[in-house]
T-cell receptor
């Protein structure tokens, strides 16, 4: 039981490049979400999904796209990376409201 | 809108002593959950403790307890008998059972030997 798996752990992009952060969970959780963590600001919700085929925007969705074609996977896409997207990204999943299981995070630097 | 406030950017505590990390929240929903997470230097987010808004008793999990004062909208984390391994960032979070969490900015705890 791997829990929530995020890849890659580290990534450096040039401004304007695109990439996809992968997130997979093997717990059959319906709810998945993406957060970014910036110093002094805690974690802020980017996008979330309450089940396969359903996604919605969180607090800071601009510059990011998501899709949820299966229960297990919830990739986050950066279409044209900007330095403001330099952050640590966490994927999380839950089955009920009693807490998340977090992935180990992806540290992204955009230069 | 929901909001979490953690007014202590950093805290120091002597090993084996107890420490309280402050958290206040703001919500208009009558039903909500309060959570504390620990983030060590390795970066992972570790769930510590949960308190439901209708729970009559304060939550406890080993050395962690949550001092829940509903009228004051506070949910302070108490760590008893601090250990060196408790040095980490601590985040208070809330959800309204819609499963979207709001996090506070965090408190960095340093345990001194």
């Amino acid at each position: 039981n791997a829990g929530v798996t995020q890849t890659p752990k580290f990534q450096v992009l040039k401004t304007g490049q695109s990439m996809t952060l992968q997130c997979a969970q093997d717990m059959n959780h319906e709810y998945m979400s993406w957060y970014r963590q910036d110093p002094g600001m805690g974690l802020r919700l980017i996008h979330y999904s309450v089940g396969a085929g359903i996604t919605d925007q969180g607090e800071v969705p601009n510059g990011y796209n998501v899709s949820r074609s299966t229960t297990e996977d919830f990739p986050l896409r950066l279409l044209s990376a900007a330095p403001s997207q330099t952050s640590v990204y966490f994927c999380a999943s839950s089955q009920d409201s009693n807490g998340y299981t977090f992935g180990s995070g992806t540290r992204l630097t955009v230069v | 809108a929901q909001k979490i406030t953690q007014t202590q950017p950093g805290m120091f505590v002597q090993e084996k002593e107890a420490v309280t990390l402050d958290c206040t929240y703001d919500t208009s929903d009558p039903s909500y959950g309060l959570f504390w997470y620990k983030q060590p230097s390795s970066g992972e987010m570790i769930f510590l403790i949960y308190q439901g808004s209708y729970d009559q008793q304060n939550a406890t999990e080993g050395r962690y307890s949550l001092n829940f004062q509903k009228a004051r909208k506070s949910a302070n984390l108490v760590i008893s008998a601090s250990q060196l391994g408790d040095s980490a960032m601590y985040f208070c979070a809330m959800n309204n059972y819609g499963q979207n969490f709001v996090f506070g900015p965090g408190t960095r705890l340093s345990v001194l030997p």
